[in-house]
Every structure is written in C-alpha cells, then in structure tokens.
C-alpha cells in the first residue's frame, strides 16, 4: 500500500510540472520567450524545443503512472466480493380482486359496519354581509 501512495504522490507532482510547463509556454510556439544567445539553449528556437521535450516526457511519465496506479488498484482489489446486502428485491405484485370493496358499496356499506352517506351540498351562510372597500375621494 506504500507504494501505491508513493506513486499516487508522484503523479501529482508530476501533473502539476506538467500544468506548470504548459502554462508558460507561449501559444504560437515560442517557449519561455526569455533572451540568451542566439545558439543557446534558452534562445527562442531551443526554449521551444526544451519546452516541447519537457512537456512531452511529463505527458509520458503521467500516462505511465496512471496506468501503473490502475494495475496495482486493480491488484489490491481483485480478491475482494461484492457485498449485496442492501439487495432489495421486490415480490411480484399479487393480483387485487376487480372489486376491492367486494361489493359493499352498492348497498351503501362499507366493510367494518359503516353506512355510506351522501354528502349535503355546502352553501355560503346567508347572514355574511360583504366586505366595505374604502374609496379614494378626489
């Protein structure tokens, strides 16, 4: 497990030069973009190539890593069961009958000894007097 965490550190140092190396260089290809001599390393044409060496290798490194990491994932985890515990699995649904009551309701019945009434119709109370809305005067 120890050098699953190493690897793990690594990685992360090594997507983090990659980010740095990507962030500095310029877009049209022209590197670090410092002075130097004109056949130096840091001069505009081999800072570009350094620049594209270097983000090559990380991007390598990185893709190597990962895929190390996964194996040994893999490898640590490979004898392991699934746990189906929390495996709920549903009983088919049982046929209801057509009539749930089983016709109680058409003798105004319903199961338990209760009779069925038909509700009265609400009307609004007569004595309710309406509602004075104040008026602006001019």
Sequence with gaps: MSLFIFLTVV???VAALLVGVIL???S???GLGTGGSPAGLMSARGAADF???LTAILAATFVALSIVLAALAVKSSGNRTIDNSLNRTIAPAQQL???PLGGAAQNGAVPGGA???PSASVTPAAS???VAVPT???
Excluded: N
């Design 11 to 13: 990685q992360a140092i």
């Design 24 to 26: 500095v260089q310029k």
């Design 28 to 30: 049209e290809g022209g």
């Design 51 to 53: 620049m594209t060496r």
């Design 97 to 99: 009958p057509t009539d």
């Design 115 to 117: 009779v069925l009434v």
């Design 128 to 130: 309710a007097s309406p």
């Design 136 to 138: 602006k005067k001019p």
